[in-house]
């Protein structure tokens, strides 16, 4: 007897199960179609899909950057995984190991430490391994309390709000040193997350900007900090070269061949001797695979990703599969030695002959090896401005911009979602953007807390309220750990 992972009775384990570790593009794509392929076996209760993520949903990340600039709303981020898998079995918690000798996987759910049970085991018969990638960092003085990743909607959501807030401090302090400090904003890393973000949030803020008395769009500073000599290396050296002209045209300080040393006391410290005082720093600076990783038994490369054959699955092994950012695929379309690169482009495709392969192999059938040329690169500079390099053309300005939309509303999960994505665009084009911080969301107790005198709180609050439990003005929270 197994247990049931629908609850907490003892119930007939199925005669075959698939479990998908992450539920990011690779584990949410792979289960979607697993699930149409086994509709039958999946109702009748002869398969089972298990799919465990941290997250009950799938971020689309390309949108993240319009979310944190208020262009969509977070909930449209978001793909709510128990509505669009209703077939198969959602475990919320994390992998902490897995020993695929022994085909069992080790989990830690919200209840763990609540019911007294402990980490459960759960079996399975093919392993679908996907849990993506976390933001790589460096041992830099001072990243770890004061930077903040853009990997997530909740860092966008709080970036956004800690924009603004970092203008409301400047427009009501006295003191020139924290208002300079405020209005700096320092981004590093110069790929996608790192560009998008910076071009997206400079356009919000310097629309802000025209309603306070105090502040004008030339007070706000925005640094791109890029440790290589060029940006958008996946649009080609020209648009590259493009992406920095339009930037700095918008008097944004793009420094190349420049690295963060430190950022202690709120001053960075950059390689060319420079010293900013800043209450904000973005890190972007790559991604590396998730930790869990090594906590199997299956084979990792020297970058700690899993070693994969062409037709997806894990190196010297059966019945275990990978694709993804924690994957090394190899790329059969650019010569030996290469590997696909950790993008999402490659991660829907993968999954699609993922699902395939591991049915056929259940079925005795050929494996089909991956195989997919790039196609190309969109990239946002900001509400109406672009760079693209598709199919060899070269295209910039307002023509990329609605490529880059095109493209990725075409590509977002749900016909729900790509209808409310695309009406929010409307309505945005038709009234003004929205500007409002709403940071208290990071800490909903803290009002209630104080009013009720509980921790850092008065038994009664003074005339009007105020909140003076929340944390100090442009602190960033420490982030969760995922």
């Known amino acids: ?29 792979t289960a979607l179609r697993l699930q149409r392929k086994l509709k039958g076996r999946l109702r009748a209760g002869t398969a089972e899909i298990v799919v465990v993520t941290p997250d ?51 989990v830690t759910t919200p209840a763990t430490g609540e019911d007294g049970t402990g980490a459960k085991e759960i079996r399975y018969d093919e392993l679908v391994l996907a849990p993506g990638s976390v933001s790589r960092t460096l041992p830099i003085p001072g990243l770890a309390s004061c930077g903040i ?33 405020a209005l700096t904003f320092l981004v590093v890393g110069g790929g996608y997350a790192g560009v998008e973000a910076l071009a997206e949030l400079e356009d919000m803020a310097r629309y802000a900007a025209r309603y306070y008395h105090n502040i004008k ?61 800043t209450r904000t720093l973005v890190w972007t600076a790559g991604v590396k695979p998730a930790p869990v990783l090594r906590a199997t038994d299956l084979p990792l490369d020297e970058h700690g990703r899993i ?14 599969w990978a694709a993804g950012d924690a994957a090394a695929v190899p790329d059969l379309t650019a010569g030996p030695g290469a590997l696909t690169a950790p993008n999402a482009q490659h991660a829907v495709r993968q999954a699609k002959v993922l699902a395939a392969n591991l049915l056929a192999s259940l079925d005795g059938r050929p494996l089909t090896e991956y195989r997919h040329a790039y196609a190309g690169s969109v990239a946002s500079l900001g509400l109406h401005k672009g760079v693209a390099h598709v199919y060899g053309r070269r295209v910039k300005g307002y023509p990329a911009w609605l490529m880059h939309r095109v493209y990725h509303l075409s590509r977002v999960p749900t016909f729900n979602r790509k209808a409310r994505v695309l009406a929010e665009w409307i309505l945005s084009g038709l009234f003004k953007r929205e500007i409002v911080s709403l940071g208290s ?33 442009g602190d960033i929270p420490p982030q969760n750990p995922r």
Request: proline share 7%.
């Open 56 to 106: 009950p949903y799938m971020t689309y990340q390309p949108f993240l950057p319009e979310a944190a600039a208020g262009s969509i709303s977070p909930r449209h981020v978001v793909v709510p995984l128990r509505r669009l898998l209703n077939l198969c079995t959602l475990v919320v918690g994390e992998v902490r190991g897995v020993d695929h000798a022994g085909r069992t996987a080790t």
């Open 1 to 29: 007897m197994d247990p049931d992972l629908r609850g907490t009775a003892p119930g007939k384990r199925p005669d075959f199960r698939v479990l998908v570790v992450g539920g990011g593009y690779v584990g949410m794509y």
């Open 307 to 320: 070693r994969c054959t062409a037709d997806l699955r894990i190196a010297g092994t059966s019945h275990a």
């Open 217 to 277: 769009a030339e007070d706000l500073r925005w640094i791109l900090v890029e440790a290589t000599g060029r940006i958008l290396p996946e649009v080609g050296e020209e648009m590259g070269a493009y992406a920095v002209r339009e930037l700095r045209g918008r008097n944004i300080d793009v420094r190349l061949e420049t690295r963060l040393e430190s950022c202690e006391d709120r001053i960075a410290v950059l390689s060319d001797g420079s010293r900013l005082p």
């Open 441 to 473: 969301l990071e800490h909903p107790r803290a009002e209630f807390a104080r009013a009720a005198g509980g921790p850092g709180g008065a038994s009664e609050p003074p005339s009007g309220g105020g909140g003076s439990d929340r944390p100090a003005p």
């Open 149 to 181: 990743g853009f990997k997530t909607v909740e860092e966008a959501i709080g970036l956004r709000n800690h924009v603004i807030e970092q203008m409301d401090i400047a427009s009501a302090t006295r003191d020139h040193g924290v208002r300079d400090a």
